[in-house]
């Protein structure tokens, strides 16, 4: 066969488009991988024959929060509950978004459509629980903690936030408890051991508080104890 046959038969048969399946899958083994941007354009393209498939908004919205381009996501993710306004998925990742901007009331009308429409979702109360302390609404912080650590009792972030909410309140009891559980979950974990030191002394407990601060100090990171949560977007419930 010549290579004018060649042609000829390959203009006969062009090579199939593909469909947004093809380039939704392509996203997600992309995405799987951390090759965001180029995740990105596979999840557009998707859209670009399919704009009703909230999945595609979702993986695209997911991919554009880790690229820190969080007003586009915002955008992802809003159109994902325009198609499915019961997307406990979008609304949590959504008032993620708005905390992140340090809209917190926004963040708090989101994340409370979350856990209503998905009350086994540990990453929703824990952020609920965020929003609220942010807000110092440290009673409705509390409420949300403990709803978390109900679902994941062995949460490192959640006990952390616990205690610093029961330390806020003076509550240093309550406190040492919770930052006990942390430094037990990350005996290496600066903030949690110092925080447990500090709840101690508060409860004047110097004896038991030192050797808390010991391990502080072994372990001590360069920034100071936080109170700030970071936010990853989290691939858990994405289709």
């Given at each position: 066969?010549?290579?004018?046959?060649?042609?000829?038969?390959?203009?006969?048969?062009?090579?199939?488009?593909?469909?947004?399946?093809?380039?939704?899958?392509?996203?997600?083994?992309?995405?799987?991988?951390?090759?965001?941007?180029?995740?990105?354009?596979?999840?557009?393209?998707?859209?670009?024959?399919?704009?009703?498939?909230?999945?595609?908004?979702?993986?695209?919205?997911?991919?554009?929060?880790?690229?820190?381009?969080?007003?586009?996501?915002?955008?992802?993710?809003?159109?994902s509950l325009s198609l499915d306004p019961k997307g406990s998925y979008a609304?949590?990742?959504?008032?993620?978004?708005?905390?992140?901007?340090?809209?917190?009331?926004?963040?708090?009308?989101?994340?409370?459509?979350?856990?209503?429409?998905?009350?086994?979702?540990?990453?929703?109360?824990?952020?609920?629980?965020?929003?609220?302390?942010?807000?110092?609404?440290?009673?409705?912080?509390?409420?949300?903690?403990?709803?978390?650590?109900?679902?994941?009792?062995?949460?490192?972030?959640?006990?952390?936030?616990?205690?610093?909410?029961?330390?806020?309140?003076?509550?240093?009891?309550?406190?040492?408890?919770?930052f006990g559980k942390a430094a037990e979950l990350r005996p290496t974990d600066?903030?949690?051991?110092?925080?447990?030191?500090?709840?101690?002394?508060?409860?004047?407990?110097?004896?038991?508080?030192?050797?808390?601060?010991?391990?502080?100090?072994?372990?001590?990171?360069?920034?100071?104890?936080?109170?700030?949560?970071?936010?990853?977007?989290?691939?858990?419930?994405?289709?």
């Open positions: 066969m010549t290579g004018q046959d060649h042609q000829e038969l390959a203009n006969e048969n062009p090579a199939k488009p593909k469909t947004d399946k093809e380039y939704f899958l392509a996203g997600r083994s992309l995405l799987a991988k951390k090759q965001y941007k180029d995740a990105v354009r596979n999840f557009q393209s998707a859209i670009a024959i399919n704009s009703k498939d909230r999945h595609y908004f979702d993986n695209l919205g997911f991919c554009l929060k880790r690229l820190h381009r969080d007003d586009e996501a915002i955008e992802a993710f809003n159109h609304a949590r990742e959504l008032g993620i978004c708005y905390y992140d901007k340090d809209q917190f009331d926004k963040a708090i009308e989101l994340l409370r459509q979350a856990v209503s429409l998905n009350r086994s979702d540990v990453v929703s109360h824990r952020w609920l629980g965020f929003a609220f302390y942010q807000t110092k609404n440290n009673a409705a912080a509390i409420n949300a903690f403990d709803e978390a650590l109900k679902l994941s009792p062995d949460d490192f972030e959640t006990n952390y936030w616990r205690g610093l909410t029961s330390m806020r309140l003076g509550l240093f009891a309550d406190a040492s408890r919770f600066f903030n949690a051991n110092f925080w447990k030191g500090m709840s101690l002394v508060r409860e004047r407990k110097f004896n038991e508080a030192v050797p808390s601060f010991e391990k502080g100090a072994i372990n001590r990171r360069k920034q100071p104890a936080s109170i700030r949560a970071s936010s990853e977007p989290s691939v858990a419930c994405l289709a």
